[in-house]
T-cell receptor, first 114, second 112 residues
Framework: DAGVIQSPRHEVTEMGQEVTLRCKPI?????LFWYRQTMMRGLELLIY????????DSGMPEDRFSAKMPNASFSTLKIQPSEPRDSAVYFC????????????FGPGTRLTVL | DAKTTQPPSMDCAEGRAANLPCNHS???????VYWYRQIHSQGPQYIIH???NNETNEMASLIITEDRKSSTLILPHATLRDTAVYYC?????????????FGQGTILTVHP
């Protein structure tokens, strides 16, 4: 099992540019989560999908952020336009919520917005 | 979800048991206690969870007090690789989704 796969692992961009983060959940998992981690705010849940449908997006900071899950094996988190305060590590996690709430996290994408 | 309180940091000697406490005095009857850890520069890793009975797996043991207002995560023989931030989380998800709200956690440092 390859685990949760995220790409890119590192992203450096300039303010105003569009950024797209990608996630491939573990096969067979029906829930997917996007988190953001910063020193100031810690680890925050941005959005939760169940069976490819967004269920809880209350953590999405503002309209500049959008997330999609077109199928069970792929999700994207897009920031447009990006700002320096978006600099953080973004984690994707997946789980089989019909079994437990154990979430498996990916290695994260470190985003730096200059 | 109920809030948890953990000490900001703890030390442990390699090979000894590490006992990490967590207070969750406002926990509700349908809320589970979850423990995750995050090793530097990695994503969080699930350790264990429980409702009211003590639980044990290959990584750790979870001791929950009878009134469920506090719990202790026990790493029986700590190694240097156990140095990490340990998060105690209370969530309604047991066999279904429950939001995980990560606090500041406890930084555990295992010394040689």
């Amino acid at each position: 099992d390859a685990g949760v796969i995220q790409s890119p692992r590192h992203e450096v961009t300039e303010m105003g540019q569009e950024v797209t983060l990608r996630c491939k959940p573990i096969s067979g998992h029906n829930s997917l989560f996007w988190y953001r981690q910063t020193m100031m705010r810690g680890l925050e849940l941005l959005i939760y999908f169940n069976n490819n449908v967004p269920i809880d997006d209350s953590g999405m900071p503002e309209d500049r952020f959008s997330a999609k899950m077109p199928n069970a094996s792929f999700s994207t988190l897009k920031i447009q336009p990006s700002e320096p305060r978006d600099s953080a590590v973004y984690f994707c996690a997946s789980s089989r919520t019909s079994v437990s709430n154990e979430q498996f996290f990916g290695p994260g994408t470190r985003l730096t917005v200059l | 979800d109920a809030k948890t309180t953990q000490p900001p940091s703890m030390d442990c000697a390699e090979g000894r048991a590490a006992n990490l406490p967590c207070n969750h005095s406002t926990i509700s009857g349908n809320e589970y206690v979850y423990w995750y850890r995050q090793i530097h520069s990695q994503g969080p890793q699930y350790i264990i969870h429980g409702l009211k009975n003590n639980e044990t797996n290959e990584m750790a043991s979870l001791i929950i007090t009878e009134d469920r207002k506090s719990s202790t995560l026990i790493l029986p023989h700590a190694t240097l690789r156990d140095t990490a931030v340990y998060y105690c989380i209370v969530s309604t998800g047991g066999t279904s989704y429950g939001k995980l709200t990560f606090g500041q956690g406890t930084i555990l440092t295992v010394h040689p």
